[in-house]
């Protein structure tokens, strides 16, 4: 086996790892699968010492390009950006710098010490610490979403589980939007109140085994087996009625979100 191949494998055999570092600095399937496949590029020729991490270092750095290439997030439009890693989080760390977002995310998602992110975002250790923490202090500074607003929200999803449990679809209709959409991280979407209430004995099933908790500080519709929680519906409130609805099952995704237990 050559060089290269050799690298091929043991990129393959990294794939979940290095993929999941991917997922939480683009925020979406596609474009992490894009960061893969551009460093999958960049292996040959490459030194395989200290293989595993150096593959996350050639991931990070691939990342990092991406996100500087980006163009900036219009100002009141990072909340369009949710529907790529979900719920609250993504528009705070849209807001940050790439190196920020990189080093918060290895550190203190994959535990990766300082010593070992300097390298990846060509900074020293100290740096590095004070890029994370920089990051964190930014994340923690999240404004909360008023009482009111919350209690608004709480309502309008625990109307739409009762409805849902009961198969009931005018009262599902009822609590929707018209143009209300449901995006599901598999890449599948509905859009309007009817056909998303005709959905209803599917949500019915899903109402047995789910309640509403707080996920990353809103209300949101949390499906369990045997206490795991196996999929979230986040939801988008506005004027008392449900906007969108974002349904989230990907292993690697559901690790990104904070879910109470």
Same mark, same amino acid.
């Given at each position: 086996?050559?060089?290269?191949?050799?690298?091929?494998?043991?990129?393959?055999?990294?794939?979940?790892? $290095?993929? /999941?570092?991917?997922?939480?600095? $683009?925020?979406?399937?596609?474009?992490?699968?894009?960061?893969?496949?551009?460093?999958?590029?960049?292996?040959?020729?490459?030194?395989?010492?200290?293989?595993?991490?150096?593959? @996350?270092?050639?991931?990070?750095? @691939?990342?990092?390009?991406?996100?500087?290439?980006?163009?900036?997030?219009?100002?009141?439009?990072? @909340?369009?950006?949710?529907? /790529?890693?979900? &719920?609250? &989080?993504?528009?705070?760390?849209?807001?940050?710098?790439?190196?920020?977002?990189?080093?918060? %995310?290895?550190?203190?998602?994959?535990?990766?010490?300082?010593?070992?992110?300097?390298?990846?975002?060509?900074?020293?250790?100290?740096? #590095?610490?004070?890029?994370?923490?920089?990051?964190?202090?930014?994340?923690? *500074?999240? !404004?909360?979403?008023?009482?009111?607003?919350?209690?608004?929200?709480? #309502?309008?999803?625990?109307?739409?589980?009762?409805?849902?449990?009961?198969?009931?679809?005018?009262?599902?209709?009822?609590? &929707?939007?018209?143009?209300?959409?449901?995006? /599901?991280?598999?890449?599948?979407?509905?859009?309007?109140?009817?056909?998303?209430?005709?959905?209803?004995?599917?949500?019915?099933?899903?109402?047995? !085994?789910?309640?509403?908790?707080?996920?990353?500080?809103?209300?949101?519709? %949390?499906?369990?087996?045997? *206490?795991?929680?196996?999929?979230?519906? *986040?939801? @988008?409130?506005?004027?008392?009625?449900?906007?969108?609805?974002? %349904?989230? !099952?990907?292993?690697?995704?559901?690790?990104?979100?904070?879910?109470?237990?």
């Amino acid at each position: 086996m050559n060089s290269s191949d050799f690298l091929t494998r043991q990129f393959e055999a990294h794939r979940g790892h $290095l993929r /999941s570092v991917a997922l939480r600095m $683009l925020g979406s399937d596609d474009a992490a699968e894009a960061a893969l496949r551009e460093a999958r590029s960049r292996l040959d020729g490459s030194d395989p010492a200290g293989l595993g991490g150096w593959l @996350t270092t050639l991931v990070g750095r @691939t990342c990092l390009d991406m996100l500087r290439a980006r163009p900036p997030v219009p100002p009141g439009q990072e @909340t369009l950006l949710a529907d /790529s890693v979900g &719920l609250a &989080l993504l528009a705070v760390l849209e807001t940050l710098a790439p190196a920020e977002r990189l080093a918060l %995310v290895l550190h203190d998602l994959f535990g990766l010490p300082y010593e070992e992110i300097a390298p990846i975002v060509e900074r020293s250790p100290a740096a #590095a610490r004070e890029l994370a923490g920089r990051a964190r202090r930014r994340v923690r *500074g999240l !404004s909360p979403v008023a009482e009111a607003d919350l209690r608004a929200h709480r #309502a309008a999803v625990a109307a739409f589980l009762a409805a849902a449990g009961e198969g009931d679809f005018d009262a599902l209709s009822a609590i &929707l939007a018209p143009d209300v959409v449901v995006r /599901s991280d598999g890449g599948a979407s509905v859009r309007g109140a009817a056909a998303v209430a005709g959905q209803a004995v599917m949500f019915a099933r899903l109402a047995s !085994s789910s309640g509403v908790e707080f996920v990353d500080g809103l209300p949101a519709i %949390v499906v369990r087996q045997e *206490g795991r929680p196996v999929r979230v519906m *986040g939801f @988008t409130v506005a004027g008392g009625r449900i906007a969108e609805i974002e %349904v989230v !099952s990907d292993p690697a995704r559901l690790a990104w979100l904070r879910i109470p237990g």
